[in-house]
């Protein structure tokens, strides 16, 4: 086996280890209102966005991402992990018509529209 397979193998396998014991990290958020949408804007480093769901359903929304890779390290300092994120929220009445999300430079910003949510929704953000 070429010596870049194997690694990426080690990778897959460290993650896949570290995902069946891992429990999401709660992410921080700033929720502020506009106009036109309750703008939800929470930090997820060094995650894609493939790797992020966002669930709205009526009262709630909920946003997870999972883990993007757990190469084995041997840490100095250890205080975070590369993802398997979660947070859910509480949405003030009148919100949900709709929801729209975009990822960029770590940062996530969730747009949720005025409306009523009428069935549960999950939006991929890749």
Known sequence: MAPDQTKHDEVAQATADTERVM??????????????????VAPLPAVQPDDVAIDL?????????SLRSAAPKDYLVHEWDYGG???????????????EASLANGQLAVRVLRGAVTERTTLRVG
């Open 85 to 99: 994120y979660e947070r859910e929220l509480d949405l003030p009445e009148g919100w949900g018509g709709s929801v």
């Open 57 to 65: 359903w009526p009262g709630r929304l909920r946003i997870t991402a």
């Open 23 to 40: 429990r999401p990290q709660e992410v921080p958020v700033n929720m502020y209102e506009t106009s036109d949408a309750l703008v939800i």
